[in-house]
């Protein structure tokens, strides 16, 4: 009786775990529904791709493509270096600092991105006049806005791994300091660093508030641009743009798992 009332209840939660899945994946792909819908329609009646071709002559378009994929790149890269021996230390020398560091990382989600924008103004005049006007200065931002998205991922691995046992083996049997952070730790924490990696760069490929405001060329303002001029061409690239960040962001954990496979394979 009680086998069977387990197994009545295993496939009740399966048919719920099914059906919020269903539901979800509908929910997200009824808009890319539409939205490709739109991107299609010719004369009355009638499909036509004339928005689709016209997105590589579209100005501007490739020139914000290129920025925001290069200031995804460099936050990625600036936060990790930033955050990662930061975080390891913290958690090895000075565990108690980890609620406050917690609470600095944490505070850019309460300030409006309109309201980021008003304070580093000011601060972007002199920026701009020592690095030139190009909208890779913008990651300076957005290792701001990506900070307490990659540290939730990071303390998480950081918390799931016993660090101070890893760090003490490697240094009884004669490692570096770097050598343990590069060759032991961050092979342990992998799949936080990956997390945050994919968190940030979806964060900086969909942001826009800041960049428009201070006057910076990347994509989400490029094509807010094309949608004044052409509203097909604009949901084309919409739409383009969404597809291209969900591959990637499928791609890059996907590719780190087959890795982290083949390592334990060998």
Known sequence: MVAVTSRTGLRIRTTWRWVILLFVGFYLLLPMVAMLDFSTRGAPGTRSLESWTSIPSSPGLIEGIVASLELAVLSVLGTMVLLV?????????VPRLRRSMEVVCLLPLTIP?????VGIAPIYKWVTFFLGGSPLTLTFVYMVLVLPFAHRAIDASLRSVDVVTLSEAARTLGASWLRTLVGVIIPNIRV????????????VLGE??????????????VITLIGKRDAGVSVAVSLAALI???LLLIALPTSDGMRAAGETVD
């Open 85 to 93: 021996p930061t975080m390891v230390w913290v958690h090895l020398r």
């Open 113 to 117: 991105a309109i309201v980021l924008v």
């Open 244 to 246: 291209f960040a969900f």
């Open 208 to 221: 826009y508030t800041i960049a428009s405001l201070l006057n910076f060329d990347t994509l989400q303002p």
């Open 192 to 203: 936080g660093i990956m997390s945050a990696a994919v968190i940030s760069i979806a964060l």
